[in-house]
């Protein structure tokens, strides 16, 4: 760890370059120079504390997400109960300190086992395990949502009180988003190698308030083998849990030009303990990528289906596959993934 948190201007002098320790954001703001500047004290000021906060709390984070859901209601006896209320439990106990228990106040039919939830008290720790949480059934720590929950966690600091057109915190490429009604925020998603690169094009009227991106080329260990997963959501921790979970299942077990080594063997403190994270990838043929990618798309899918992600490009060995929104649609759509390429591009954190 780092001295300290470390607070400076880059040489553009518009943005603010923050850091400390494993934690590396550019901060930009848009809006009238007293609130802009308002803003940014806000965000020196919270920085100053996020790390410390999360490591307090590091150790509950690197444990495995875990939901059990109660066993169903017992309806009521015939003649018993006609007049009593059965909640439905709630799934997100625990997911902020002092939260209500299973079935909500004044249910009767409780479920009575201790929840398996971990109560957090940082906010920023809370922020990782709500984006986790409906990702559970699967392995996944509330780490795999750290970079995107410090972006949202900032971006509410930098927002508090303040009256900005458009914001946004990129922590190393898991990027929050702030669009005032009226406005539009344009992005550039970075090419993996494969000569890939466009504008996001992000208007108020969009849900799409997180852009995050996963891959076992980034800074991160990865449980597959994408190059990179990128994708858009509604904050940038539900974007950054998402991305993990998508670039994981873009995967060929045992596949020979595949090499994995033992997390544990890289970073004897990895929240992966002893499992196999991907240190290299030979050459693929034609089918082999397009098959990891379908595995991948799948699950991306199967994400959008339920809600948790606005969108996602997935790239392989030069090849990719848009899942949410179709390159076909652009320039039409309102938040395509792949718009026309702006003459002036404004505000573009890359992803």
């Not at 994408?226 to 077990?253: C, E, F, K, Q």
């Amino acid at each position: 760890m780092s001295a300290g948190p470390q607070i400076s201007w880059l040489p553009d002098g518009r943005r603010l370059h923050m850091n400390h320790g494993p934690i590396d954001l550019i901060v930009e703001a848009w809006g009238e120079q007293a609130e802009i500047a308002a803003a940014y004290r806000q965000a020196a000021t919270r920085f100053e504390t996020i790390l410390t906060e999360l490591v307090a709390e590091l150790g509950e984070l690197r444990q495995p997400a875990r939901y059990d859901p109660p066993p169903p209601l017992t309806p009521p006896r015939k003649g018993e109960g006609d007049s009593e209320t059965l909640a439905t439990p709630s799934p997100l106990r625990g997911g902020v300190r002092g939260g209500a228990g299973w079935g909500g106040g004044g249910s009767t039919h409780a479920d009575p086992r201790p929840s398996p939830i971990p109560l957090f008290a940082g906010p920023t720790a809370r922020r990782m395990h709500a984006a986790v949480l409906p990702l559970a059934s699967t392995f996944v720590t509330p780490m795999a949502a750290v970079a995107g929950a410090v972006a949202d966690e900032m971006l509410a600091a930098l927002l508090a009180g303040r009256r900005l057109t458009r914001a946004y915190v990129n922590d190393g490429g898991d990027i929050a988003l702030h669009v005032a009604p009226g406005e539009t925020l344009r992005l550039a998603i970075a090419g993996v190698g494969n000569g890939f690169g466009d504008r996001l094009e992000i208007p108020s009227s969009s849900p799409i308030r997180g852009v995050a991106t996963s891959g076992w080329r980034g800074r991160s260990f990865s449980l597959g083998i994408a190059d990179a997963v990128t994708v858009l959501a509604r904050n940038a921790a539900a974007g950054d849990a998402a991305a993990t979970i998508i670039a994981n299942s873009i995967d060929l077990p045992g596949h020979p030009a595949v090499a994995r080594r033992p997390a544990c063997k890289l970073q004897p403190d990895s929240d992966l303990g002893d499992r196999l994270v991907t240190i290299g990838v030979g050459r693929l043929s034609a089918a082999d990528v397009d098959l990891a990618l379908s595995r991948g798309a799948a699950t991306a899918r199967a994400l959008l289906d339920r809600g948790l992600i606005e969108g996602a490009a997935l790239f392989l060995g030069g090849r990719s596959r848009v899942v949410g929104m179709s390159a076909a649609d652009a320039p039409a759509a309102s938040h395509s993934l792949f718009p026309r390429r702006p003459s002036q591009p404004e505000g573009q954190p890359h992803a």
